[in-house]
């Protein structure tokens, strides 16, 4: 099973949020109370992991994100 948010396997039980199985986002998608992350926190944070982590500047990072987030479930009905 994909992550609907971010495209993330889940192969693990942990990997879902919250440990819970029958979620079908995964632990980097939810808040701290399990609940989903919103398109603008989700955006925010993808946009903040690749300029991070891989050293986009923020307007390639911006634009990887959008066009990443446009093909996941979550956010289909999107139009960033
Ligand atoms: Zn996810």
Excluded at 45 to 65: H, P, S, V, W, Y
Aim: net charge negative; glycine share 12%; charged share 30%.
């Amino acid at each position: 099973m994909k992550c609907i948010a971010c495209g993330m396997d889940m192969l693990r039980e942990e990997d879902h949020a919250g440990g819970d199985a029958s979620k079908d986002y995964c632990l980097h998608c939810c808040r701290p109370d399990g609940s989903m992350q919103s398109f603008e926190e989700k955006r925010a944070g993808m946009i903040e992991f690749m300029m991070g982590k891989q050293g986009f500047d923020r307007g390639a990072a911006e634009a990887l994100t959008d066009s990443a987030m446009r093909g996941l479930p979550a956010w289909s009905g999107r139009r960033p």
